[in-house]
């Protein structure tokens, strides 16, 4: 389905847990790339390089609400729809706002939708007292990293262990982060 941007009317509203969870949670937070992010780490180095590979990587990020410690969110829709959300929380001692969701249905990406509720987001953040927003992916979403980098996140670290044990073994999760008070590019 393609959708031409300047058809769209998107409203950024409150995430409503009795109206909105089931919705949210068949949104397709899926991707495919022909790209990953090697990451080495060689005695006082670390080195992040993005490599090729064949077949393309495809990757479905079940999402699951309950999860993860979040404190807020907001939800994108067009004409009533839900097609993106983003779940955030707040840590008093660092001022760090942590993104724990944040998802744009694919036939919507690229569209506005995520810049706007990304805006949504750090506004939260600045309310709460937050100075830095943090998110976590993988080395194989490239196309995330691109989407956090196009807002103004930077790799900030990568912890090779965090996924050991889970259907992620064998990738690398990738920081990243920005300052709260920039304006979403």
Not at 20 to 29: G, Q, R, S
Not at 117 to 143: D, F, Q, S, Y
Request: charged fraction near 20%; include cysteine; aromatic fraction near 12%.
């Amino acid at each position: 389905m393609s959708i031409a941007a300047n058809t769209l009317d998107w409203k950024i509203r409150e995430f409503d847990a009795a109206c909105d969870a089931d919705a949210v949670c068949k949104l397709d937070a899926s991707f495919t790339s022909n790209l990953l992010y090697e990451v080495r780490a060689e005695a006082e180095a670390i080195h992040i390089e993005m490599k090729q590979v064949h077949p393309p990587h495809k990757k479905r990020f079940q999402i699951e609400l309950k999860a993860d410690p979040w404190q807020q969110g907001y939800v994108a829709t067009v004409n009533g729809v839900i097609c993106g959300f983003i779940a955030m929380g707040f840590s008093a001692w660092n001022r760090r706002m942590s993104i724990w969701h944040f998802y744009v249905d694919p036939s919507y990406r690229g569209r506005g939708g995520g810049r706007q509720l990304m805006r949504a987001g750090l506004e939260w953040g600045r309310k709460v007292g937050a100075a830095t927003a943090w998110v976590e992916t993988t080395n194989v979403n490239v196309p995330g990293i691109k989407a956090y980098r196009h807002l103004g996140f930077d790799i900030c670290g990568y912890d090779a262990t965090l996924y050991r044990g889970t259907s992620s073994e064998g990738e690398v999760a990738i920081f990243m982060a920005r300052q709260i008070g920039e304006n979403v590019p």
